[in-house]
T-cell receptor, first 116, second 110 residues
Framework: DTEVTQTPKHLVMGMTNKKSLKCEQH?????MYWYKQKAKKPPELMFV???????INESVPSRFSPECPNSSLLNLHLHALQPEDSALYLC???????????????FGNGTRLTVT | SQQGEEDPQALSIQEGENATMNCSYK?????LQWYRQNSGRGLVHLIL?????REKHSGRLRVTLDTSKKSSSLLITASRAADTASYFC??????????FGTGTSLTVIP
């Protein structure tokens, strides 16, 4: 088991649906990440939150909307997705302070998303 | 793209043999990390090497870094069937941006 919990584990949604992915960590980490991973490909960075503020958006389409309500929670709101958005969505967290650039990422086990 | 390249893409070895995988990257880095991913699961951090280090060991893992060539290698000694997984390098520059390499799929045959 990991210390980063993602729910749901599996999600099937239609192109007109609105759904949310949730991620939670209680390690006191102040940086949280969303990655998208297609089969047999590396994870692709989507968003980074640092101290609950969005610090990086890798030109992700607006149909993906991240939210960080507090230091332990990270959400990814989904709306009007396309079938090509089907993938494993991974959440990760890491320590974040001035002396620790690039502390290791702790990943959840992901949400397997299928868009029909 | 800031993504690194790994080779080989796939590697199949017998249990007990050593496995070596290589990572090349394009930008200057603060550190480089290696991760393992079992099928359908999240990634697990294995080892971190800073830009001013050349070699690091952790158990059966040995990592080297050559910043002049922008390359790193991961050696797994005395491999076990449980080492079967995909392995990714991740480069970290400033701003806590992690970019993963293309990955090596390792199969260890019992």
């Amino acid at each position: 088991d990991t210390e980063v919990t993602q729910t749901p584990k599996h999600l099937v949604m239609g192109m007109t649906n609105k759904k949310s992915l949730k991620c939670e960590q209680h390690m006191g980490h102040r940086a949280m990440y969303w990655y998208k991973q297609k089969a047999k490909k590396p994870p692709e960075l989507m968003f980074v939150y640092s101290y609950e503020k969005l610090s990086i958006n890798e030109s992700v389409p607006s149909r993906f909307s991240p939210e960080c309500p507090n230091s332990s929670l990270l959400n990814l709101h989904l709306h009007a997705l396309q079938p090509e958005d089907s993938a494993l969505y991974l959440c990760a967290s890491s320590q974040r302070d001035g002396s620790r650039v690039g502390s290791p990422l702790h990943f959840g086990n992901g949400t397997r998303l299928t868009v029909t | 793209s800031q993504q690194g390249e790994e080779d080989p893409q796939a590697l199949s070895i017998q249990e007990g043999e050593n496995a070596t995988m290589n990572c090349s990257y394009k930008t200057s880095i603060n550190n480089l990390q290696w991760y393992r991913q079992n099928s359908g699961r999240g990634l697990v951090h294995l080892i971190l090497i800073r830009s001013n280090e050349r070699e690091k060991h952790s158990g059966r893992l040995r990592v080297t870094l050559d910043t002049s060539k922008k390359s790193s290698s991961l050696l797994i000694t005395a491999s076990r069937a449980a080492d079967t997984a995909s392995y990714f390098c991740a480069t970290v520059s400033t701003g806590n941006q992690f970019y993963f390499g293309t990955g090596t799929s390792l199969t260890v045959i019992p």
